[in-house]
T-cell receptor, first 117, second 116 residues
Framework: AQSVTQLGSHVSVSEGALVLLRCNYS??????LFWYVQYPNQGLQLLLK??????LVKGINGFEAEFKKSETSFHLTKPSAHMSDAAEYFC???????????????FGQGTILTVHP | NAGVTQTPKFQVLKTGQSMTLQCAQD?????MSWYRQDPGMGLRLIHY???????DQGEVPNGYNVSRSTTEDFPLRLLSAAPSQTSVYFC???????????????FGEGSWLTVV
């Protein structure tokens, strides 16, 4: 079985400050990990994903995330927040072949990011 | 959200009514799925399909039916709506099942459903 926990349902930062959104997962097999962003009244847009290879993954809009197997984490960061980053962010996990949840996405609860001027 | 179209975008139903949420994709994707989004709970998988004629249940299937007669369409049916089904529904599609093969999962814009 797989699960995702996002620490903090709301995160507030000042414009220009570091953004750190935390995600921890559990998976019985090597996972595939994703971050999605959702702007108000819109669908989900893929920010970045980790499948195999380099553990530091760069995505769109200056975001990046690092897969840390020992910590079962996939935290999302951005060095300098912009007002346009205000949105809800979802971490998701999917098990690879051999896992009981093969191919299925399991989402975290979401983190609402607020950016103050 | 290129290629995944959901209709209607907004709908109000009375308890006990039935309705169908439509989902269509024009990317020739094999894998399609329906999620519901509720505050503080993220997205939860309702039903999914790995190809025409093949469907299976997800995490929260009760109260919903699906069918997949064509590759393009994957409608979600509420047979007898209940207030607990008030939610935002998202349809998603991808070329294959395995994210590791480089597939990207595309989401529709969402359908806001209120059951009174």
């Amino acid at each position: 079985a797989q699960s995702v926990t996002q620490l903090g349902s709301h995160v507030s930062v000042s414009e220009g400050a570091l953004v750190l959104l935390r995600c921890n997962y559990s998976s019985s097999v090597p996972p595939y990990l994703f971050w999605y962003v959702q702007y108000p009244n819109q669908g989900l847009q893929l920010l970045l994903k980790y499948t195999t290879g380099a553990t530091l993954v760069k995505g769109i809009n200056g975001f990046e995330a690092e897969f840390k197997k020992s910590e079962t984490s996939f935290h999302l960061t951005k060095p300098s927040a912009h007002m346009s980053d205000a949105a809800e962010y979802f971490c998701a996990v999917s098990e690879g072949a051999g896992g009981t949840s093969y191919g299925k996405l399991t989402f975290g609860q979401g983190t609402i990011l607020t950016v103050h001027p | 959200n290129a290629g995944v179209t959901q209709t209607p975008k907004f709908q109000v139903l009375k308890t006990g009514q039935s309705m169908t949420l439509q989902c269509a994709q024009d990317m020739n994707h094999e894998y399609m799925s329906w999620y519901r989004q509720d505050p503080g709970m993220g997205l939860r998988l309702i039903h999914y399909s790995v190809g025409a004629g093949i469907t299976d249940q997800g995490e929260v299937p009760n109260g919903y039916n699906v069918s997949r007669s064509t590759t393009e369409d994957f409608p979600l049916r509420l047979l007898s709506a209940a207030p607990s089904q008030t939610s935002v529904y998202f349809c998603a599609s991808s070329y294959g099942l395995a994210p590791g093969s480089g597939n990207t999962i595309y989401f529709g814009e969402g359908s806001w459903l209120t059951v009174v």
